[in-house]
């Protein structure tokens, strides 16, 4: 029995995503106990890529979007790749559902390009962040502090650069999962 053994955790993604950006967090969540479901916008199953050109592996959705319900989840997680933020940046869909976490105050948690997602969701401007130096000057655009640091915590959101520092993000990821609420999570 793991600290998340009695938490439900969404990933929200796209095809596109960074293999391990989706498949490390969600085995150390799993391994913590928690239920995770892969929510996307289609269901069947979304393709990862490792770097920028490199098609991998599918993995199966669980739940679409419009089928997803954020009250039945007690934490979210947005990985990086460069193709899937874009492509959840456009969906209107993925965008409240990430608003609604932050309105319940509940931890979320992005790596690498993952923040492009929150800053379509208007919830980064005064939060302390951390995220793939290309997108820096997007976030600072957008009122954030942004900082060059493996993972930073701010009021239950969670973020890190690179699948380097995937190590410190899942600890980290499992320990604001387990807190739960965070009364300074806010949009």
């Keep these: 029995m793991g600290q998340l053994s009695n938490r439900t955790i969404a990933v929200l993604s796209e095809s596109g995503f960074e293999e391990t950006e989706l498949t490390s967090p969600v085995q150390r969540l799993k391994e913590e106990g928690a239920t995770v479901h892969i929510i ?74 993952g923040p492009q997602v929150l800053i379509t969701a208007e919830v980064v401007s005064g939060r302390k962040l951390t995220s793939t130096k290309t997108i820096k000057i997007d976030l600072i655009n957008a009122g954030a502090d942004w900082y060059d640091e493996e993972v930073i915590v701010d ?31 806010h949009s």
């Design 40 to 113: 996307s916008s289609k269901s069947g199953k979304i393709q990862a890529m490792k770097g920028d050109h490199q098609w991998t592996i599918e993995v199966a959705v669980d739940k679409t979007i419009s089928e997803a319900n954020p009250d039945d989840y007690n934490g979210l997680l947005i990985p990086g790749g460069v193709l899937n933020p874009d492509a959840l940046r456009k969906n209107d869909d993925a965008i409240a559902f990430v608003k609604s976490f932050f309105e319940a105050g509940k931890p979320v948690a992005a790596i690498c390009h």
């Design 155 to 185: 009021q239950g959101m969670v973020t890190s650069r690179s699948p380097d520092d995937l190590p410190a993000f899942n600890d980290k990821i499992v320990e604001e999962f387990a807190e739960g609420i965070h009364e300074g999570q």
